[in-house]
């Protein structure tokens, strides 16, 4: 008995087609019949990703050590060894889930996976440590509940997200939910979104104001909007076009400020079709919408999409759902009652944070909030049972990685309470500071440079101790947390957001996060923040309590903490954390060494520092101080709108660090910059020394694009995207000084590099 | 709910997990394990691929550390609030399902063993020698049903006499079916780990 023969035709027929063939490609590639690469990307556009330690190398804090797994050389992708464990990313659009769902997710995270399950910041659950062998198994039983795994990830349109408060909201224009629902449903598996060189991302809000939609860092963008004309209402949407964080964000463009309902579905298709004919595909660091848009122009990108749309052949399925929508709408299991009972002193406490009452009156939505997106299969089952009690069917997941239950009668508030607290899930403190998001970092992702989990999971603790003494503008404020550059904790737009990186530090290296100030939660995600300076991991919770303490001491009035920031500048900011920055020598604290949660020593240099090496790595970390000050100074004139000044200098910083790393080699480099350009090409780049284990050397090329470019830019917008490259060059250059020095491993030819999509946001 | 339901198949189980507990006047932490755990990653103590730790001490229930295995995990787990060790087999071993389940048996029992023995506790970890937990991690072949315990005596008891040299046990079935399979397995003779790992290991090569 197989779980195909046992589930039958519970499996839609065309999803169990689907699964059949990838199970299919699975024993061909067994056979050494599918290329390396091809599989790669077969497995990602059904969700089956690599995990950390895939290419059979952990350092165990004593040096990088080989797993040998028993695969006998089989790989599922390049340098992806076919025992190791992956993860599974299922896809759930908006978020929602029924209660049959989280039954079936919480089997097969106890069956598949570590009993454990994971709620991403784009509204998706990950499964972690499961074998490629039991995936058709997995998707099977996910398909049986109608869930399909099909581009959860690679070269796809990845989950359309929206308000999980949709249609209960108290401020949203109209539910967004059924616009969501179709535009999944149309787009997934469209032949015209099939040939991207890059995912592509899609969400829907029902309002300019809050953050639960997130508009303004996606592909599209769309926010639910009204017009009148002729006395009558129409629905439609101002729509937003190629946002996106990753390691150069960009804040999405306007591209209508109204669609009709009619047009969006074609012009979501339209819209693909530009991206697939001219996006990029060779370098997929620049295949994102967003430098398409970049380099076209939004007013150029506006008319290829509306050319395109003009010549499409009309498709029912843009309206037909259109029909639906006045039957659309959530069920309540219950009658709506007001709450008549004050409930216990835990209960208020978890209701200050966790309920927000509806706009149908008698009913709110629950968060259950989840540390670290976290829940065990235990508590799924039991959470299931608890909205089957209260609510009825659905639950939806956000992207502040909670759950919430909606269609709550306010009198049954206490009671739910109480039985989410026998489970374990009525933890208060939602949507505070407390209430921490963070991607998996170095837990289980390949690119994390530092625990982002584990340093949530610190200031968590920390912070919720004092969550009831915080004074209430600070309680309200959001951090959140990346392993890498790569942003998928999503750290440009909160209050507070960190990212990690590593430094060298006298023969080791070191785990640190650089600060980034000044981004918005609010107003859909409505600005992005800059990194102020790397501090040790081991500080950070010192940078929360002085950057706080400040604001607290500080505030005029009801000043917002971005205003905060803002006003007090970031050169202020910064020197205020200034003695963080110093790491004791290793002999004095070796807790600096390993990372939160972690006791492995981060990374270990068990090569001895000749003394001639010491010297010029010394001149070496002089020039990246020196670049580090220089691209704080560009942002400082950013700020000012100096853009021409703070372009040079952020050109300035990625000269001065390209020629502390040539001082490695050449210690008579001099200051001209078509010399260091020249050397580091030659020295670095073409022999690939500089490369990223995954990015290649696309870090490289952000100095060569610049140099090659002699008048400063005056746009403020390409002159922070310099500032973000110039801090990115940085990073690459610290980590290629670590790698000569022998405290990472070498970067191997890009040619077996794993393919960008394997980037897990 | 959605539970479907196959008749048992235990010829053919292999995600067996074995669990066994911390007395109740022994603690163990998730600050104390997850540095024991990288150990036995760098020393090799234990057997198999070990490849990874899992910190999810930020969970009250359920999974706590995981030693994450390429063959299986070993976890200090939180079920149903009661803490103790579990092997969680992933990969197939050989042999009968009696074969198997003392396969399992031995690495989990091992694995406590080594947490009792581990000096860097302050104070001594102590694991009961007269409870078990066995659970099949497979909903396919081993449905939570009386059928799927009645099928699993015959090479369950074996084990449980050979566990504490008598036959004196009290067996019982958790009931929520869309649970996994799990049976709790208990006898009134107290004993120590050290004297059923010395049963568990008699005579078969580990
Ligand atoms: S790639 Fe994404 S998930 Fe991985 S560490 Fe970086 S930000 Fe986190």
Known sequence: MTWKDLLGERVPTALGREIDTYENQIALKRLGKIDDKVFAETRLRRGAYGQRYDNGQRNDGTGVKPLPFPSNGQTKGPDTIWDAPGMQRIKIPFGGLTTAQMDTLADLAEEYSDGVCHITTRQDVQLHYVHIDDTPSLMRRLAAVGITTREACGNTVRNVTACPIAGVCRDETFDVTPYALASMRFLLGHPDAQDFGRKFKVAFSGCRDHACGLVNMHDFGAIAVTRTTDGVEQRGFEVYIGGGLGAVPHEAKPFESFMSEEEILPTLQAISRVFARLGEKRNRARARVKFLVAQLGVNEFRRLVRE??????????????????PRYGEQALKTG??????????????SRTNVYRQRQ?????????????????????????????????TVRATVEQNIVLRWVRESDLPALHSELEALGLARPGAATIADITACPGTDTCKLGIASSRGLAAELERQLAKQIDALEPAVRELRIKISGCFNSCGQHHISDLGFYGVSRHVGGHVVPHFQVVLGGKWVENGGAYGLAIGAIPAKKIPDVVRRITGRFVEERRGSESFYDFTIRIGKRALREMLEDLTTVPPHEVDTAYYSDWGDPREFGIGDMGIGECAGEVVSLT????????????????????????????LAYGAMLQAAKGLIKTEFVDISDDPDQIVSEFRTRFFDSKVFFDRFAGGKFAQYLFRRHARSDPSDDASATRRLIEEAQLFLEATHACQARLAGQLPAAPPPTSALPPTERPS | MNVVSSAPDLANLQRIAIKVFVSADSTITARDVIPVFHRWIQTGAVNGLPIDVANYSHLPTGPCVLLVGHEGHYVLDRTEGRLGVQYNRKQPLEGSLADRLLSVTRHVVRAARLLEADASFSTPVRFLGNEVEIIAQDRLLAPNSDETLVELRPALDPLLTRWSGNTDWTVSRKSDPRAPFRVAAVTKATDTLENVEARLFESNNY
């Open chain 1, 337 to 350: 009652r007001p709450l008549e009972d004050a409930g216990s002193s835990a209960y208020q406490t978890w």
């Open chain 1, 621 to 648: 970390e002089f020039d990246l101080a020196g670049a580090e000050s220089q691209v704080f100074e560009a942002q400082l004139q950013l700020e000012e709108g100096d853009f021409g000044h703070a372009d040079t």
């Open chain 1, 361 to 393: 009156p008698g009913y709110a939505v629950a968060t259950v909030s989840l540390p670290l997106g976290d829940l065990s299969s235990g508590q799924l089952r039991g959470l299931a049972d608890v909205a089957r009690r209260f609510v009825g069917d």
């Open chain 1, 308 to 325: 395109e749309r003009d010549s499409l052949a009309a498709d029912e399925r843009w309206t037909a759902y259109l029909n639906e929508l």
